[in-house]
């Protein structure tokens, strides 16, 4: 199987102190991959890295086979994100903001942008709310934007940082069920944190856990289990790998 | 891949109402210059630089409003284009796409540059539509640091090096605030970094006056050490360039926008977006 992000040795030092210590890890096609860890573990700063936001102290990122510090332009050409929070302009509808975003699609006519526009709406469910100003969405919604915002460029790779966060418990089944039918329909691998773990473990196949900066576990959600057999869920199994 | 980024930062700088605001406050500019030279025109006789007509409105308006509102206008594009977009995430989205750092910066550099010739151009057409409906005509025309009286031709000549050096003037005060705007946290920061900048170019002219008091005030000397504040350029270098006295106020204003545009450039192609 394609191995479509490829942590090698990666370190990060930020302020004198190391918040990724030599981390090594690969995520492959078609995985659903939850990236776990307390706050300040360094789930952001790794995947602002796996998003050339910023660049690693020590150690290299391999996106699509491609290493995004020596080519960033195509290892990112695949790549759709969110990190932190979706950004907006929010005094323009939702449809205005992706249609200027999909400019960017390089290769792309203007009419094929328009479509893709569409087809994204359609995709997260926000066709006929597309001509209402983004300040007047809820949080789901802006939520369910920016992924729209990252599927405009035909992604095979999704990272997604806390996608979860702020959204109700329909929103929450809304986007996990988006989440596994992009990942059938189109087979995008996605590399997902978040603090939620019930909703990690009805969509991912594997994990990775980590603690200040270093990876504690990594494996599919059946190793899982077989390594910790008594544990019913993956909060048990992540107070256990923490404490 | 650069007429879509162009057309993308185009856009983007568009679809924010404070420059829509800005473009139309220069109509409300250039009623408050039409008032200042009505009030000026009841004591001033027609030879006076402090008159003003037809022939002459679309300058002396520019020079009563370049250091005060255009500069404004600039900061706020500045503040939109830059701080806003770089220090409160909206540019996250665009450098995580497969697309050049480097060329996005151009791309953004050139549509500051495209707008503000824009608000520049806007500013003519109204002074010089002002002039003529409500202003007295005139065939000849004072103009600043000549003597005598002009007619449309010089004007024209005249006006054409004062604008050109007005707007360049412009993209320089841009390039400075584009810098403090991408380094600042917050639009307090830049607002204070801009503030404080004027504020020392002030500092400066009056240090440089003391110490050529016994000179000329169009010595070449003084102008010269003049014409590296910034300020000075404005409120007097771009009339005694448009006057032909002198371009060490392009020179200077070149020296400037080269420095500042190079220290923006690299910090907003910093290969850790803020880290």
């Known amino acids: 199987m394609k191995s479509m992000i490829e942590v090698q040795n990666v370190s990060k030092t930020l302020n004198k102190r190391k918040v990724i210590q030599n981390m090594t890890f690969n995520v492959m096609k078609g995985d659903i991959c939850g990236f ?18 910023i660049k690693p102290s020590e150690g290299e990122i391999l996106i699509n086979g491609i290493n995004i510090q020596r080519d960033r332009e195509k290892a990112l050409f695949e790549v759709g994100a969110i990190i ?9 509808t939702g449809r205005k903001n992706l249609r200027n975003l999909a400019r960017l699609n390089i290769g792309m006519d203007r009419k094929e942008q328009f479509k893709k526009v569409e087809e994204v709406l359609e995709l997260v469910g926000l066709k006929d709310r597309g001509n209402d100003l983004v300040k007047n969405y809820s949080l789901g919604m802006k939520q369910r934007l920016g992924i729209a915002q990252s599927l405009l460029n035909n992604p095979s790779i999704v990272i997604l940082d806390e996608p979860s966060n702020g959204l109700d418990p329909i929103g929450m ?19 997902i944190s978040s603090h939620l773990l019930d909703e990690l473990q009805k969509i991912c196949n594997k994990y990775i856990f980590i603690k200040e900066g270093c990876i504690k576990w990594i494996g599919d959600a059946d190793s899982l289990l077989k390594d910790k057999e008594k544990e019913k869920d993956l909060e048990d199994v992540f107070l256990d790998f923490m404490g | 891949m650069f007429r879509s980024l162009f057309i993308y930062e185009f856009e983007k700088f568009w679809f924010k109402k404070i420059n829509i605001v800005c473009l139309i406050a220069i109509l409300i500019v250039n009623l408050l210059s039409l008032k200042f030279a009505l009030q000026s025109n009841k004591t001033a006789d027609m030879t006076d630089i402090v008159f ?11 020079q009563e409003m370049l250091l005060t ?18 220090r409160k995430g909206y540019l996250r989205m665009t450098f995580m796409r497969g697309i050049s750092i480097r060329k996005l910066y151009i791309a953004k550099s050139l549509v500051m540059s495209l707008n503000i010739l824009l608000t520049i151009i806007i500013h003519l057409i109204i002074s010089l539509l002002i002039a003529l409906i409500v202003l007295p005509k005139t065939s000849t025309s004072p103009l600043y ?11 024209v000549f005249f006006s054409i090096k004062y604008y050109f050096l007005a707007y360049f003037s412009l993209l320089t005060f841009g390039s400075i605030i584009e810098f403090l705007s991408i ?12 503030l404080g900048f004027v504020f020392l170019n002030f ?52 020296f400037m926008y080269l420095i500042f545009k190079s220290l923006s450039y690299l910090a907003f192609t910093n290969k850790n977006y803020l880290e």
């Not at chain 1, 776990?36 to 936001?53: D, H, S, V, W, Y």
């Not at chain 2, 509102?69 to 770089?86: D, G, M, R």
Request: aromatic content about 16%.
């Open chain 2, 145 to 155: 640091f000549k003597e005598g009286l002009y007619g449309i031709s010089d004007v």
């Open chain 2, 203 to 254: 500092i400066y002219i009056s240090y440089v006056s003391f110490l050529f008091k016994n000179y000329p005030v169009s010595d070449p000397l003084v102008l010269k050490y003049n014409s590296l504040s910034f300020v000075f350029v404005q409120a007097k270098g771009v009339a005694y360039f448009a006057s032909g006295i002198t371009d060490v106020f392009l020179y200077s204003l070149i």
């Open chain 1, 36 to 53: 776990i860890g307390p706050n300040g573990a360094g789930k952001t700063t790794l995947m602002k890295m796996a998003t050339g936001l």
């Open chain 2, 69 to 86: 509102a255009f500069n404004a206008i600039v900061i706020t594009f500045c503040i939109l284009s830059f701080h806003e977009e770089y």
């Open chain 2, 52 to 62: 003003n007509s037809s022939l002459n409105f679309h300058i002396t308006s520019l």
């Open chain 1, 173 to 191: 089944k809304e986007l996990r069920e988006l989440i596994l039918n992009l990942a059938k329909e189109f087979d995008i691998t996605f590399f």
């Open chain 1, 84 to 92: 932190e929070v979706p950004v907006f302009f929010e005094y323009i």
């Open chain 2, 183 to 194: 380094k600042s946290r917050s639009i307090a920061g830049v607002l204070g970094l801009s």
